[in-house]
């Protein structure tokens, strides 16, 4: 493996683990056991570093985003979606964890973090309308776009939400109780039969 792969794999997991904030260069330098300067030549800062992990970021969830187009969409449809977008959020809590502080010092990723924010919208409703469609869900024009933003708003702050209503670091299976959390939303505008399935579903998905 490459340095510059290792500095970014080496970051990821320290900035999971400890926090943006908490873990300097020079940390990600000892852990690495190579010089400040080596990594310097490889990136100029700390938010250099940020910059590159978001892109990967960037590309791991644009793969989840991609709504099927080319056959009638079902309840395993919105299911996947949601677990394949708490998944990326998952592999790169860090960015959801210090999203602000983030966001406000990295323009480049607060503009880039900003289309994801949209295009998760755009896809929520595309879902939405797809089972519309298909009978499975009854909801407006209004309603759909209401429920697409609020699983924006669930989807990326439901990991500090974990954090601060149980007082302890996140744990992976904070990832199902994420996606029954957004089901929950859906479930009222789904026909009783899919509401029924939705409450088999979601039990067996948190066991």
């Not at 298909?134 to 209401?146: L, P, S, V």
């Not at 029954?180 to 899919?194: A, I, R």
Request: aromatic share 10%.
């Amino acid at each position: 493996m490459k340095t510059r792969e290792r500095i970014l794999l080496t970051s990821l997991k320290l900035f999971n683990e400890n926090g943006e904030p908490n873990v300097s260069t020079n940390h990600i330098a000892d852990e690495m056991d190579i010089s400040p300067g080596n990594l310097y030549y490889h990136f100029r800062n700390k938010d250099d570093i940020i910059l590159s992990l978001f892109m990967q970021f960037e590309k791991q969830i644009s793969d989840a985003l991609e709504a099927p187009t080319a056959r009638a969409l079902n309840m395993e449809d919105m299911w996947l979606y949601l677990h394949l977008v708490f998944e990326s959020i998952w592999q790169y809590r860090f960015l959801y964890r210090d999203l602000d502080n983030i966001l406000m010092r990295n323009r480049k990723v607060r503009l880039r973090f900003k289309r994801i924010l949209e295009r998760k919208i755009r896809t929520a409703v595309a879902i939405c309308n797809g089972l519309v469609d298909a009978g499975i869900m009854h909801a407006t024009t209004e309603e759909t776009e209401a429920l697409a933003n609020n699983i924006a708003v669930v989807a990326t702050y439901w990991l500090n939400y974990q954090r601060i209503r149980t007082d302890k670091q996140e744990e992976n299976g904070d990832i199902g109780r994420g996606v029954y959390q957004v089901m929950t939303l859906v479930s009222p505008f789904l026909v009783e039969e899919m509401r029924h399935l939705l409450y088999r579903l979601s039990h067996d998905y948190l066991e």
